[in-house]
């Protein structure tokens, strides 16, 4: 992997990780277009890039991060819980899942939920949850069950949250904001696994090339978290929900 790529993948991660469109479809379309093997090496980066994302998160939100906002965090703990538990019991059938084919289809599928939820489920806006502090335990439960379903490779873990946020009462700034917390226990875990399954790895890879992807993806990851809350501020989800349907099919059409 050369820093070229490094860049590329690293403005991929960060751009794609929190909007609802599936960060593991476009890093896999685009590494096949640099030719980049998937090697155990590879893997070491995309550790890498996951937890500059992390942080990014962290420095968009650190006033959440005091005893004030403890009930909070204990809501988003409630919503990890479920894609913690089935994730760590079915961790071997989830990752046979993964193929191309289950991938495009679940952006299909994953588009037109948001094109229908847009349409039926989504009356007022004034009457909507706005602020995440306000979300009640159940409304987290709600959530981190559909959060579940992101283990299905393609389905994206923005999106499922998102989804759930949105059905049950929260406006669109809000399901996006949680969705965004709740990626810290999530994506920890996630990346913490896999550090301890690849640590050998970072003895072989380029550090260089390591730091560039690192730095990248933050400011990236970064920068999309703020243009996206803005973007919401006079736009819906309808935009994701027909670029979800137009890359699945593209990935059927020409990737599988």
Known sequence: MTIFDS???????????????????????????????QTSVTKAYEVIIQFAAIL??????????????????????????PIGIVGFIFAHQIKELFSLHIVAVMFIIGGVVFLI?????????SRLIQNVEDVTMKQ???????????LIPGTSRAGSTIIGALLVGLGRK?????SFLLALPVMSAVSAYDLLKHYKEFSDANLIVLL??????????????KLFLKFLDNFTF????????IFGITLLTFFN
């Open 238 to 245: 309808v935009s994701f929900g027909i670029y979800r349907i």
């Open 140 to 150: 987290s439960l709600f959530i981190g069950i559909a959060q579940i379903f992101a």
């Open 7 to 37: 860049i590329i993948l690293g403005i991929v991660e960060g751009f794609t990780e929190f909007l609802p469109i599936s960060s593991t479809g476009h890093l896999i379309v685009v590494s096949d277009l640099l030719g980049i093997d």
């Open 174 to 178: 809000a399901s996006a904001e949680f």
């Open 117 to 125: 939820v847009e349409k039926f489920f989504i009356k007022d806006e």
């Open 56 to 81: 990014a998160v962290v420095f968009n939100y650190k006033d959440k991060f005091s005893p004030k906002h403890l009930s909070l965090w204990i809501k988003l703990f409630v919503a990890f819980l």
């Open 212 to 225: 560039v992807g690192f730095i990248v993806a933050f400011i990236t990851a970064y920068l999309t978290v």
